[in-house]
């Protein structure tokens, strides 16, 4: 039965459709018809009057000859009235009626030439009508073509709309509103790089590729920019020795750099700690990150105050120390707490979140020159005499990194320099006190503008700042790197007001970083500035881990040019597809019914209104590598654009300089050392 049902079903759509095709078909002929037979009875009113006549009366002279015999034809005759309007006609009896022989009509010169004038005329007229009733056939079936292709369209109400890209530049050149910043061939808005650019899309969609078109022309244009490279692409295609610097503890090319060229003011302590330790995701308990975060800011202005900016011995320190030590050296600061060898395991648990948070702490070099102790290297011969004296050593007696030891400690006679040695280690000392310590880079001064030494490089703020880290560091440096960009949104945020300064924030993968504390408040704040964040990510999970799901949907809202390429994560898809909007339209709907009558056969037609996306999730899986949709701010519509690839130059800049990697030292383990680890573990 499902057969002969559909096979109904499509007989009677289809035998309907063929009806209402002859109707139309019909009437159209109708209508040319009339339109034609109008064509040729204006032509025709349009020949003289006369020749209607003469016309008239030859016709009647041919059709009298046509119905009777030849022999008659001498004897035919027909009333004839003369045509008084003509000259030469004298002929003529006065113009009044008379008989005249139908064979003698015939022959007459002038009667045959307008005779043959008026048919030409007229067939003229008729094939001329042929066409004009064709040309009104397929006007017609046009006309109702559109119309019936009209009814068919949808009618946008309101809501956001979509337009080809030369479109959207033409309306924005024509406004005055485009920028020297252009994307392909679309241009941006003018002024509008304050108020940030979001780039989104899988990998291999074309979202790197974007960044390289606009990179070179904020080159060209003279803006300063921090680049977050996580790859080594940007610094083989961008990164100019003369101008540029490079901050990454493992590169050979990398400016020196330690918390305190960052710490200018007691507060800049707690924006390192709170940025540099965070949460490694999940739903933690807060308090171990705030707790390490307490030690690591307290360490840092403690040394800042001993004006020790050792920064191998503090992370050393932190990382190694007994426990004992560990709360000598935090006793009466605030952080003291977390420290105390009373609760050893809440502390254990502090140590171990700050180890690893300060774990790129380990490939710092000091600006401090007295980095060791050379007293205790040069009258130590060995890791055992060093746990000697440890041991003649009292629990009140160790002292920490600051403090200098007491007079009245004593050191074993074997362990004990010589007065020769002890002059020559204070020469040393008096020698290095005495040495400039290495001037360290600050990023907060280069993001002012301020001009600096470091090393062998000045720099007056001018060029680009490139924070690299490579694949196989990361996970050691991402706290380090996530420190350094949050630092420099927080040096943007004090600098005086300008609308006219321009620093840029290039974030090709925001997602390698961990939180940044300051990214919010300078997405929201930093236009005031001429903070312009170029960022971007390819799923938002991504950003949900880190940030949160609203501080992310808050964080990403501030972004106010978005640039989506092909995405295929479905949270993602959905998001950007509420981003780019909903339209309202009036779409037709039509039914049809059908019958064993005729008269049960029909088809409405009816126009409702709708709301849906103006592009659907599953769209933005299917463009193409380099097609993305852009929705710039205003009311300016949505574009899909083509972005040109942008081929790298030839350029002989490594990606990266991998610097010779420090040597760390762990103490010898013996064989007998083993009773006295048996004897701790008895004691213990």
Request: one cysteine or more; proline letters at 5%.
């Amino acid at each position: 039965m499902a057969f002969f049902k559909t096979m109904t079903q499509g007989g009677q759509v289809h035998i309907h459709q063929l009806h209402m095709l002859k109707q139309v078909i019909v009437t159209g002929l109708m209508v040319a018809f009339v339109i034609g037979f109008s064509w040729l009875g204006w032509k025709s009113y349009q020949l003289p009057s006369y020749g209607w006549q003469v016309l008239s009366q030859t016709s009647w002279a041919r059709f009298m000859l046509a119905t009777t015999p030849p022999e008659q034809h001498a004897t035919l005759y027909q009333e004839y009235v003369p045509l008084t309007p003509l000259k030469g006609t004298s002929s003529l009896r006065g113009g009044k009626p008379y008989r005249r022989s139908c064979l003698n009509i015939l022959k007459d010169p002038f009667l045959q030439k307008t005779t043959q004038h008026m048919e030409a005329q007229l067939k003229q007229a008729v094939y001329t009508s042929l066409w004009v009733g064709l040309a009104g056939f397929l006007a017609v079936m046009a006309l109702w073509f559109f119309m019936g292709r009209h009814q068919k369209k949808t009618e946008h109400q309101r809501g956001t709309t979509l337009v080809p890209w030369k479109k959207l530049a033409h309306l924005i050149v024509k406004e005055n509103q485009a920028s020297d910043l252009v994307l392909g061939e679309l241009p941006l808005l003018k002024y509008k790089e304050t108020s940030h650019t979001l780039i989104t899309g899988t990998t291999g969609s074309g979202k790197t590729n974007s960044f390289h078109c606009l990179l070179p022309q904020i080159r060209k244009r003279g803006d300063r920019a921090i680049i977050l490279d996580v790859t080594g692409d940007y610094i083989s295609r961008y990164y100019n020795k003369e101008t540029d610097i490079i901050l990454n503890p493992l590169d050979e090319r990398s400016v020196p750099w330690h918390p305190w060229a960052d710490c200018h003011l007691d507060s800049h302590y707690d924006v390192l700690a709170e940025s540099l330790i965070q949460p490694k995701g999940g739903h933690s308990d807060p308090f171990w990150d705030k707790a390490s975060r307490s030690l690591l800011k307290t360490a840092l202005r403690k040394y800042a105050y001993h004006k020790k900016n050792n920064i191998e011995e503090l992370t050393t320190f932190l990382m190694n120390s007994s426990d004992k030590e560990f709360e000598r050296f935090f006793k009466g600061t605030e952080a003291a707490a977390f420290a105390s060898s009373h609760n050893e395991k809440t502390t254990h648990s502090i140590r171990s979140v700050l180890s690893s948070q300060i774990e790129g702490f380990r490939h710092l070099e000091s600006s401090d020159p007295k980095k060791k102790d050379d007293k205790e290297n040069h009258c130590s011969k060995s890791n055992e005499e060093n746990e000697a004296r440890n041991d003649y050593k009292s629990q009140e007696e160790r002292q920490n990194p600051i403090d200098s030891a007491h007079p009245e400690q004593k050191i074993p006679a074997h362990l004990q320099c010589s007065d020769h040695q002890l002059s020559l280690l204070e020469e040393k000392e008096n020698t290095k006190a005495e040495e400039k310590p290495e001037p360290s880079f600050s990023i907060r001064k280069w993001i002012s503008g301020e001009k600096q030494e470091t090393g062998t490089q000045q720099n007056n703020g001018e060029g680009w700042l490139f924070i690299t880290a490579r694949a196989d560091q990361r996970q050691s440096l991402t706290p380090l790197i996530s420190a350094w960009m949050d630092m420099a949104i927080n040096a943007l945020m004090v600098l005086p007001e300008d609308y006219t300064r321009r620093l840029w924030f290039i974030l090709d993968e925001l997602a390698a970083l961990q939180n940044l504390p300051s990214l919010q408040r300078g997405l929201a704040e930093g236009r005031k500035y001429g903070g312009c964040f170029l960022a971007g990510f390819q799923s938002k999970p991504q950003l949900e881990d880190i940030y949160g799901r609203s501080a992310a949907e808050t964080m990403l809202d501030l972004f106010n040019t978005k640039i989506f390429f092909r995405c295929t994560e479905p949270s993602t898809q959905g998001w950007i597809s509420k981003v780019l909007g909903d339209k309202e339209e009036i779409e037709p709907q039509e039914n049809i019914s059908y019958g064993a009558h005729s008269m049960r056969d029909g088809v409405s037609l009816s126009r409702q209104t709708r709301q849906k996306p103006l592009i659907l999730p599953s769209e933005l899986s299917q463009l193409k590598d380099l097609e993305c949709y852009v929705k710039l701010p205003k009311d300016y519509s949505c574009t899909k654009l083509q972005i040109p690839y942008q081929a790298p130059p030839t350029s002989n800049t490594p990606s990266f300089l991998l610097k010779p990697e420090k040597k760390r030292e762990y103490p010898a383990y013996e064989e007998g050392g083993k009773e006295e680890v048996q004897q701790e573990e008895k004691e213990y």
